[in-house]
């Protein structure tokens, strides 16, 4: 199994970005998918999640500002980030549910691809 997470870059405060992660080497539509972010000197963690029915849970600090989708035709799954702010700056990763176990605990997740880096200029 393999996850690859791309669309991270360089932005200013108030821009966006979408990041988008491919699995392959299985079929996950009916699992939950999740991004985590990690920054520098802190723990990783969880950004938003996605269950197979298309229902959505959010970090707090995220909520309103970014969105969690999933295609699963194309195993794909994305995280549209919209009024960034610098204190989204991390490594975002993308991860492939386990069966059981809460969105928010990224300990609950079996697969995790590498991450993107994000960096938000002030």
């Known amino acids: 199994v393999q996850l690859q997470a791309s669309g991270g870059g360089l932005v200013q405060a108030g821009g966006s970005l979408r990041l988008s992660c491919a699995a392959s080497?299985?079929?996950?539509?009916?699992?939950?998918r999740g991004w985590f972010r990690q920054a520098p000197g802190k723990e990783r963690e969880f950004v938003a999640a996605?269950?197979?029915?298309?229902?959505?849970y959010y970090a707090d600090s995220v909520k309103g500002r970014f969105t969690i989708s999933r295609d699963n035709d194309k195993n794909t799954v994305y995280l549209q980030m919209n009024s960034l702010e610098p204190e989204d700056t991390a490594v975002y990763s993308c991860?492939?549910?386990?069966?059981?176990?809460?969105?928010?605990?990224?300990?609950?997740?079996?697969?995790w691809g590498q991450g993107t880096q994000v960096t938000v200029s002030s």
């Open positions: 991860a492939v549910k386990s069966a059981t176990g809460n969105y928010r605990s990224r300990l609950n997740y079996k697969y």
């Open positions: 996605i269950i197979w029915g298309g229902g959505t």
């Open positions: 080497g299985g079929t996950f539509s009916s699992n939950g």
